[in-house]
């Protein structure tokens, strides 16, 4: 009886690792600490010590059960989506690999135990069993998937951005549940006797299978990193060559000043002589007129924010808009020059989009960037006829090509990167994109 209870406890204790470690997971990629509510936290609590009880008894009965495996997918399911209704599908995702991988896990090790065992493998391990083979079995899986989600927490860290690989997600979801059905299938037919135990080639098997599809998960997700550097160096390229135009052109204006200015200085020699000087004031004043006045503007104390904030200015007043920036010198920003880049971009390329599809006169972008104590605000918001475009909660663009389309998922994804807020006010006649950063500045 002593012994019955001490394997009771040391399963609750696995229960409640497990269900600890995938709202570890969701609260990683998915839901934010900083955010949960009383009720949140209450949910969360609750769910795990039911489900921890309920795995803890199930798992004293049969090593797998197909049941239970449903069962922690649908309640984690509609605990988390009862926390955050948003995301429905990504949080779907989440829950379903995360016990699925973790059902794989205890899999390889079952088969390996299998080497071992042979026979004695559904006595010792499988069903009704108290023993440490079973135990450790499960502490080999769940201190596995630790290290693993310690190592994604510090990548999420220097990049998130899960929504745009949602599809990613889904579709080892879905490849994993699979593979659990069939080696389901397959252990149990190992111990019905109609298949030959082989438990080091099934374990192999299914490391490889697992192996294959981490592979091919890394590549596509360095492919992305790479295409979005690819982006960012455009802009910044993009950005460097307009600039060298407007100088170009500066200089070709300049040398034409230059070369009239000979007969510039004879007109005003002889207005001078003969006394005229209400035509000499008038020459003056239309010389003033045509001469370049370039004044280097200073808002955020990055050049190349700046540079891109200037351009876009240019960009909107030669279309007809009215720009109003509101700025405060501010010393250091929570995000790099990279992603500087990206927000000021995307934010500005919208704004100037949204306006020029304005029928009216009314054409106005306001861009403002102030801090208090700790906290730092940007908020961009321009003038629009009617309510933007959307589906399944995300504004969708009207720019042609494929660079387009990802701006306020880039922005979304460094905002949520470095633990900030965004919002999004759409009131009589204005749009506005609301960013604030909490304890950041560097």
């Given at each position: ?8 406890c ?26 949960l ?68 896990l ?8 299998i ?41 999420v ?53 697992i ?23 455009f ?29 510039d ?30 004044k ?42 990279r ?104």
């Amino acid at each position: 009886m002593i012994e019955q209870n001490i394997y009771w406890c040391l399963h609750i204790i696995l229960a409640l690792t497990e269900v600890g470690l995938c709202w570890k997971l969701l609260l990683c990629i998915v839901l934010n600490e900083k955010y949960l509510k009383r009720k949140d936290k209450i949910i969360i609590m609750v769910s795990s010590l039911l489900l921890a009880i309920i795995i803890a008894q199930n798992r004293q009965i049969v090593f797998f059960s197909s049941a239970l495996y449903f069962l922690c997918i649908v309640v984690h399911g509609v605990c988390a989506v009862a926390i955050k209704r948003e995301k429905v599908i990504l949080i779907g995702s989440v829950i379903l690999a995360f016990y699925s991988f973790q059902t794989l896990l205890d899999f390889i090790f079952a088969f390996v135990s299998i080497c071992f065992l042979e026979n004695n493998f559904f006595e010792i391990v499988f069903s009704y069993s108290h023993s440490l083979w079973q135990i450790a079995i499960f502490s080999c899986s769940r201190i596995l998937i630790m290290g693993l989600i310690i190592v994604l927490r510090r990548k999420v860290k220097e990049e998130a951005g899960f929504e745009d690989i949602i599809w990613i997600l889904t579709g080892w979801g879905i490849i994993l549940f699979a593979l659990v059905l069939v080696y389901q299938r397959v252990l149990v037919e190992m111990l019905n006797g109609t298949r030959s135990y082989a438990g080091k080639e099934m374990g192999i098997s299914l490391l490889v299978i697992i192996g294959i599809f981490g592979t091919v998960t890394i590549l596509i997700l360095n492919n992305r990193r790479v295409y979005d550097e690819n982006r960012y160096l455009f802009m910044r390229e993009e950005l460097i060559l307009e600039k060298y135009q407007q100088l170009e052109e500066e200089m070709e204006r300049n040398r034409c000043i230059v070369h009239d200015i000979r007969h510039d200085t004879l007109a005003l020699y002889e207005y001078a002589k003969n006394g005229d000087y209400s035509k000499l004031k008038t020459y003056l004043e239309n010389m003033m007129d045509e001469l370049p006045i370039s004044k280097k503007e200073v808002w955020t104390q990055n050049s190349l924010w700046d540079l891109i904030i200037q351009q876009k200015k240019e960009v909107a007043k030669e279309m007809g808009i009215q720009v109003e920036i509101n700025t405060e010198l501010i010393s250091g920003f929570p995000f790099t020059e990279r992603e500087g880049c990206a927000i000021f971009g995307n934010l500005l390329d919208n704004a100037i989009e949204a306006c020029q599809n304005n029928a009216g006169i009314n054409k106005r972008i306001s861009v403002r960037v102030t801090r208090k104590n700790a906290m730092l605000f940007l908020k961009v918001g321009n003038s629009i006829e009617s309510k933007p475009r959307m589906r399944s909660g995300k504004f969708i663009t009207s720019k042609k090509g494929d660079i387009h389309g990802y701006g306020l998922k880039s922005v979304e994804r460094i905002v949520k990167k470095h633990e900030g807020v965004i919002a999004y006010d759409i009131s009589d006649g204005w749009f506005s994109v609301s960013i604030t950063f909490f304890d950041g500045i560097k």
